[in-house]
T-cell receptor, first 115, second 113 residues
Framework: DTGVSQNPRHKITKRGQNVTFRCDPISEHNRLYWYRQTLGQGPEFLTYFQNEAQLEKSRLLSDRFSAERPKGSFSTLEIQRTEQGDSAMYLC?????????????FGEGSRLTVL | AQSVTQLGSHVSVSEGALVLLRCNYSSSVPPYLFWYVQYPNQGLQLLLKYTTGATLVKGINGFEAEFKKSETSFHLTKPSAHMSDAAEYFCAVSDESADKVIFGPGTSLSVIP
């Protein structure tokens, strides 16, 4: 399967713990995006990378959140000191700059439940 | 800033009936507009998009949408609903750079047999 892969698919944690999600984009894609989706809402933009550079971060991304894409391939999203309000589906998407404009390829998401 | 509104969080249609899902956008620059679909337990996938040129765009599974600049709308239609069309539909907007795609809240489509 050469689609976008996200792991783990579901994470249950206790408030105050740290969690990390991983995203493996489509191999030739140079752009990678993180979105957050809560029940009944559309995906909310969090951040995006072009190659290894993080070019934009949403105000939704508090200092407890950090994202990296160290070699311009896979990316990680870490949430420190989780809060119940962090419970959501975290979506990763990738695209190719210079390809079909704006088409994002999404993974199936990583669902976070904070108890 | 760009934004998207979708009128009706839930739409029900009978099988074989017309599907109409509404989308209005706000953008200070010429918009790129998209419809994505999310089937249960699957990732979002692109249905269709408008960038430039012809304002009526056709997508997969018989869906189409028309960009109307004067109405700032990009409504999604399908002449005849099928049971397999039941899903969540998201309208989205970006600018030419596509740095950031902004999604609407979504419309859940139910198809009644």
């Amino acid at each position: 399967d050469t689609g976008v892969s996200q792991n783990p698919r579901h994470k249950i944690t206790k408030r105050g713990q740290n969690v990390t999600f991983r995203c493996d984009p489509i191999s030739e894609h140079n752009r990678l995006y993180w979105y957050r989706q809560t029940l009944g809402q559309g995906p909310e933009f969090l951040t995006y990378f072009q190659n290894e550079a993080q070019l934009e971060k949403s105000r939704l991304l508090s200092d407890r959140f950090s994202a990296e894409r160290p070699k311009g391939s896979f990316s990680t999203l870490e949430i420190q000191r989780t809060e119940q309000g962090d419970s959501a589906m975290y979506l990763c998407a990738s695209s190719f700059l210079g390809g079909d404009t704006g088409e994002l390829f999404f993974g199936e998401g990583s669902r976070l439940t904070v108890l | 800033a760009q934004s998207v509104t979708q009128l009706g969080s839930h739409v029900s249609v009978s099988e074989g009936a017309l599907v109409l899902l509404r989308c209005n956008y706000s953008s200070s620059v010429p918009p790129y507009l998209f419809w994505y679909v999310q089937y249960p337990n699957q990732g979002l996938q692109l249905l269709l998009k408008y960038t430039t040129g012809a304002t009526l765009v056709k997508g997969i599974n018989g869906f189409e949408a028309e960009f109307k600049k004067s109405e700032t709308s990009f409504h999604l239609t399908k002449p005849s609903a099928h049971m397999s069309d039941a899903a969540e539909y998201f309208c989205a907007v970006s600018d030419e750079s596509a740095d950031k795609v902004i999604f609407g809240p979504g419309t859940s489509l139910s198809v009644i047999p």
